[in-house]
């Protein structure tokens, strides 16, 4: 199956559009005269318009338990600094607990060194109330900063819901985080407490964290109190462990509890999460539990469709915010479906035999996941019927024409598949998915709804059909209210106000579709201008990639202040490939005639590893600013990318860099 840009894949039928959330919100706004948009285009346009009417709309419609008056929605509509629904208190973990059902677990933990677990809405509610109530014994209050160093188990969920129902603020790292990335974001929140394991599996492998959290110990001197997590290792080494403070995590469920739930003001901090650190130190945003509310209600019930009873799986570590947001699925009444570890163990169809076995209705994942499953060749429809599946979402790069081919071929094909484009610092899509529209290859459906998401020209101007920088022009309630230890607000101001005063400029190049699809083009920071043409990063992967040969690619453009354009395409290659002068000048056709000729590297280089980030995200930019000269421990934090000796390469690469 070919597919070409723009064409049509899949469409929801006319039932399945009656049957969304939605659909059910539109009927909703008619029946009470507030908007009688007729299609998605124009509700997105209502949204942005009435942007107090719209999230007053969010906030009815969702029922919202709260003290105090919702009347005044927006007493500031600036940016940085709106100020959403100021007379109002309420807390997120009681939003969650609406939703508790005995006839559907709350929470299916897959992890590689255990077996299936399945946790009822009960044993949460009841796990929950005993460790808050012993939260509360040991001095921890709201405002208080609580920190783990967990992988993506049930007891994570547990924790973060505590400290929620208290109004203590969260924060996350995964455990194979290094030491010097976990202080740099820990030290500057100064926790209180620490939810730690000893251990962590994968790939088949366990891997022992007892030091490293020692080494995190003596860098956080303020931690008063260690919860022990017992990991794979503990279980055959009871060795007594030598961190202070340390509380076991069954002596803190020993006690049941009746769970309370603290109302705070809208605007206090739920959690705090952090850019990737890969140059300087983490940006740490927080989150407030009335923006984190309903921004996840209406991503999670109107963009993605999620509805009661759902199984909803996103696969990622507890360093990144799609976990965030998966948990935030609780609050539709949906069944959180973890997966900890490597997602291909045993084998590389593992978590295509757990996603049917275990009727996951919406599963999202990296596109780099259904890359590899292309790649490897693997036929998930074979054998399975994935009988409930019905959407698929990617995000964290686009996803390529030939991956959408192979998915509606391979996994299903009558599946939403959403390709979906958001982040840390508002928690949520920009641009995403809606459930009455199409599918459209290489197009992202949509602009989320209250996200008023234009591309803007070099002059400042919104366009339409061209590529220009992601601007948001109004407030969202998702915004970060701040940066820690960032009280004047310069950081916050220099790193989305600074080109178009007033207007978030997020740093990614994207175009809009007078229909309102989007296509996004990579990082603006990163983008290509070669001969006074712009081009973003990810229109080269998407040709580079569709190749079989290769397997990963990273583009910089070296052409830096009046010095000559010098462009390298570095590419990883399947088992068994080289890169032979045929090969390189395959790849080089293929940019040149499905992108651009203007846009043909200057040179092809093979290299095992593309650099990344923890997260998955290629590292154009400290790649480029080493390669100009950059000091290496400047650009790129070892502790911050999964793959740090990935950048030796480069280090030796530069020598070969033509100078100006």
Request: proline residues 5%.
């Amino acid at each position: 199956m070919v597919v070409e840009q723009g064409q049509q894949l899949w469409a929801p039928t006319q039932q399945k559009i009656d049957s969304s959330g939605l659909a059910h919100y539109m009927q909703w706004l008619r029946s009470r005269g507030v908007c009688d948009a007729a299609d998605y285009q124009s509700l997105w346009q209502w949204s942005v318009t009435d942007l107090e009417g719209f999230w007053r709309s969010i906030w009815d419609y969702f029922e919202i338990q709260a003290d105090g008056d919702p009347a005044q929605v927006l007493a500031s509509r600036r940016m940085p600094g709106a100020q959403w629904f100021p007379d109002t208190r309420l807390n997120y973990a009681e939003h969650v607990f609406r939703q508790a059902s005995a006839q559907r677990p709350a929470i299916i933990a897959r992890c590689e060194s255990a077996a299936v677990q399945s946790v009822s809405w009960a044993q949460l509610q009841r796990d929950v109330g005993a460790l808050a109530a012993k939260l509360r014994r040991l001095g921890v209050v709201a405002g208080d900063t609580v920190v783990a160093y967990l992988p993506n188990v049930p007891q994570t969920v547990t924790a973060f819901l505590a400290c929620a129902s208290i109004g203590a603020i969260w924060s996350s790292c995964a455990p194979e985080m290094g030491v010097s990335v976990v202080l740099d974001r820990f030290q500057q929140i100064q926790p209180k407490l620490i939810f730690a394991t000893d251990s962590y599996t994968y790939a088949g492998k366990h891997f022992d964290r007892r030091a490293v959290l020692q080494q995190v110990l003596d860098g956080l001197p303020e931690i008063e109190h260690v919860v022990h997590v017992p990991g794979p290792l503990f279980a055959t080494d009871e060795t007594e462990l030598s961190w202070r403070n340390t509380l076991d995590w069954a002596q803190m469920l020993a006690e049941p509890a009746a769970l309370q739930f603290e109302r705070l003001p809208f605007s206090h901090p739920l959690w705090v999460v952090y850019s990737s650190g890969t140059t300087g130190l983490p940006k740490a945003m927080v989150h407030s539990h009335g923006g984190i509310v309903l921004t996840h209600l209406k991503t999670n019930r109107l963009q993605h469709d999620v509805q009661p009873g759902d199984r909803f799986m996103f696969l990622g570590s507890t360093g990144w915010i799609v976990w965030n947001l998966m948990i935030g699925s609780l609050l539709a009444g949906a069944t959180v479906v973890l997966s900890d570890g490597n997602p291909t163990a045993p084998d590389d169809a593992a978590l295509w035999d757990f996603i049917d076995q275990y009727e996951v209705s919406l599963f999202g994942c990296g596109a780099a996941f259904l890359n590899k499953s292309m790649k490897d060749g693997i036929r998930p429809s074979q054998g399975r019927c994935f009988e409930k599946l019905r959407a698929i979402n990617s995000t964290g790069s686009p996803l390529p024409l030939e991956a959408y081919a192979w998915v509606y071929e391979n996994v299903k094909n009558d599946l939403w598949l959403a390709s979906i484009s958001g982040g840390t610092d508002i928690a949520s899509g920009f641009v995403a998915c809606a459930p009455i529209l199409p599918v459209n290859a290489g197009e992202i459906q949509c602009r989320e709804l209250g996200v008023a998401a234009y591309a803007f020209n070099e002059q400042g101007q919104s366009v339409v059909d061209e590529v220009g920088e992601l601007v948001i022009t109004e407030p969202m309630p998702s915004m970060p209210v701040h940066f820690w230890n960032d009280a004047e607000g310069a950081r916050y101001y220099d790193s989305y106000f600074d080109v178009f005063p007033g207007l978030w400029r997020h740093g990614d190049w994207i175009e809009f579709s007078e229909r309102g699809s989007a296509v996004i083009y990579g990082r603006s920071d990163s983008t290509i201008n070669r001969f006074g043409i712009r081009m973003g990063t990810a229109e080269i992967y998407r040709v580079v990639e569709e190749l079989d040969a290769v397997t990963d690619s990273l583009v910089v453009d070296l052409e830096y202040l009046g010095r000559p354009s010098f462009m390298p395409l570095f590419v990883t290659l399947a088992q068994g490939e080289q890169l032979t002068q045929e090969l390189s000048g395959r790849i080089k056709n293929a940019i040149k005639t499905r992108a651009s000729a203007r846009h043909v590297p200057n040179v092809v280089v093979q290299v095992a590893e593309i650099p990344r980030t923890l997260t998955g995200k290629k590292m154009e930019v400290p790649v480029r600013k080493l390669l100009l000269g950059a000091d290496a421990a400047e650009v790129a934090s070892p502790d911050a990318m999964a793959n740090p000796s990935s950048i030796d390469f480069f280090i030796q690469f530069r020598e070969q860099v033509p100078q100006a």
